[in-house]
Structure formats: C-alpha cells, structure tokens
C-alpha cells in the first residue's frame, strides 16, 4: 500500500513567521513530488514541484526533498492570512497515479 | 485563460438519476483524471485515461463510469447516484514526460454534486 502522511493539522503560526508543512511517503521508487494550496470548497492550485533531493525556492515557498529519508517538505517564509488553507502533498512514481496526502490545514493568524 | 474546465460547477441531481459532468482541457495533455473529494477528505482517485487506455481504481464502485471520445474531453456518468456520492468531483489533466515519470496535474476547478 503506497502511502503519503501528513500531520493534519491545523497548523498555526502568526502572521510573519514561518510555517513549516511536513509529508512523508512510504514508496521508495517515487520521483516527482508535489505541493498543493487548496482554500476552502476550491480545487487544488500547484504551489511547487520537486524532483532532486535539495531545496527548491519559489519566492516566499521552499520546497525540500530527502529521498533517502523519503521526506518531502514545504516552508512559507513570511507566511500572510492569505495563505490560509490545506496543503496536499502529492507523489508520482513514474506511473500516471498520484498519491496524495490527506493535507495539513494552516491557519495564519493576523 | 482557463486550461481545464469543467461543467456545470454545480449539479443536483435526485437520489437513483442519472447524471453526467464533463471535462475538457486544452493543454493537450494525454492524461485526464477524475478525482472524488468529500470535505475534509485527500482527493481520491476514481479512474484515468492515458491517451484511450482506461484504468479504473479498483475500489471505484461500477456506479461510476466514464468516457474519453477525444483528448480534449471526458465525462464522468454516475449511474444510479446515492446520498453517499454528494462530493466535489474533480478534473485534472497531465502529462507523461519521459525521464520524469508524469508531469504535474492540473486541476479544473471542480463540480460540486448535490444528491437529494
């Protein structure tokens, strides 16, 4: 059973700060890795995608990858209520399936 | 501009009718998924089409069914929809990229089932 977990939350920092989004997955043959925002009653919006081991940044989001530790990461630096949400993470190992997690739901508070 | 679209946004349907959502995407992707999403819930995938190749879940119940008659399009048909079946059904597309294994999905913005 391909598994991706994730603490579900809800996470809250205060606005500014720095939120830290954790995912672990259960499949080592896995290659791509993803990080979806979705607000409330919305469809998933692609925040980062990763696929070597290292960091990745894209403005105010990090994306960090371990696969020998089988870990992915998402850090929102500077975090805004606007980023308010669920975070899915979201896995591919060369097949067509992906593999979510059940999401994390950050609140940031004003 | 829109790349993945989905109609209606909204659908209430009676408990046991018939119904059909549809999808269309115009990123030419070869894949097109169809996720179920109840709240609070991870998408979970239903079936998906890569180019005319059908692959069902296998515990996707037979209520559901679907069809590609083009890489442009494809439906979701709920058969005989139950109370249990209320949820967000979700469209994604994607690519088969080589080395990479599958490119990342992109969502359309989902239909919102309501089953009475």
């Known amino acids: 059973q391909k598994e991706v977990e994730q603490n579900s939350g809800p996470l809250s920092v205060p606005e500014g700060a720095i939120a830290s989004l954790n995912c672990t997955y259960s499949?080592?043959?896995?290659?791509?890795f993803f990080w979806y925002r979705q607000y409330s009653g919305k469809s998933p919006e692609l925040i980062m995608s990763?696929?070597?081991?290292g960091d990745k940044e894209d403005g105010r989001f990090t994306a960090q990858l371990n696969k020998a530790s089988q870990y992915v990461s998402l850090l929102i630096r500077d975090s805004q209520p606007s980023d308010s949400a669920t975070y899915l993470c979201a896995v591919n190992n060369y097949g067509q399936n992906f593999v979510f997690g059940p999401g994390t739901r950050l609140s940031v508070l004003p | 501009d829109a790349m993945v679209i989905q109609n209606p946004r909204y659908q209430v349907t009676q408990f046991g009718k018939p119904v059909t959502l549809s999808c269309s995407q115009t990123l030419n992707h070869n894949v097109m998924y169809w996720y179920q999403q109840k709240s609070s819930q991870a998408p979970k995938l239903l079936f998906h089409y890569y180019d005319k190749d059908f692959n069902n879940e296998a515990d996707t119940p037979d209520n559901f069914q679907s069809r590609r008659p083009n890489t442009s399009f494809c439906f979701l048909d709920i058969r005989s929809p139950g109370l249990g079946d209320a949820a967000m059904y979700l469209c994604a597309t994607s690519r088969v990229a080589g080395e990479w294994g599958t490119d990342t999905q992109y969502f359309g913005p989902g239909t919102r089932l309501t089953v009475l």
């Open positions: 990763i696929y070597s081991n």
């Open positions: 499949d080592r043959g896995s290659q791509s």
